[in-house]
């Protein structure tokens, strides 16, 4: 499987911007979708955004469309998020995973990154 590393979180007052990077390493890169996810305290971990292995699907959930944009480099073995106009609710952990194409289940996940936001 491919091993995935989460970096760019940080704490931010509302209304900033972050931009998460994850890197893959181990496998073809571009076989891969890639999903980000986020875990806040005390909740349940909820899909944030999808990107399709070529990079020319995407979508979101609604809390953060208009805000976020997901990409990927395939050259560079690396997906972004980019979150702009964060809130104090999109604090949590952020966590990029990986599904093989052909297949439905994400086989791989980072370790997770820290996005606090402050009001």
């Known amino acids: 499987q491919v091993q995935l590393v989460e970096s760019g979180g940080g704490l931010v007052q509302a209304g900033g911007s972050l931009r998460l990077s994850c890197a893959a390493s181990g496998r073809t890169f571009s076989r891969y979708a890639m999903g980000w996810f986020r875990q806040a305290a005390g909740k349940e971990r909820e899909f944030v955004s999808f990107?399709?292995?070529?990079?020319?699907?995407?979508n979101y959930v609604d809390l953060v469309k208009g805000r976020f944009t997901i990409s990927r480099d395939n050259a560079k073995n690396t997906v972004y998020l980019q979150m702009n106009s964060l809130k104090p609710e999109d604090t949590a952990i952020y966590y990029c995973?990986?599904?093989?194409?052909?297949?439905?289940?994400?086989?791989?996940w980072g370790q997770g990154t820290q996005v606090t936001v402050s009001s």
């Open positions: 995973a990986a599904r093989e194409v052909g297949t439905t289940e994400y086989g791989a």
């Open positions: 990107i399709s292995a070529s990079g020319g699907y995407t």
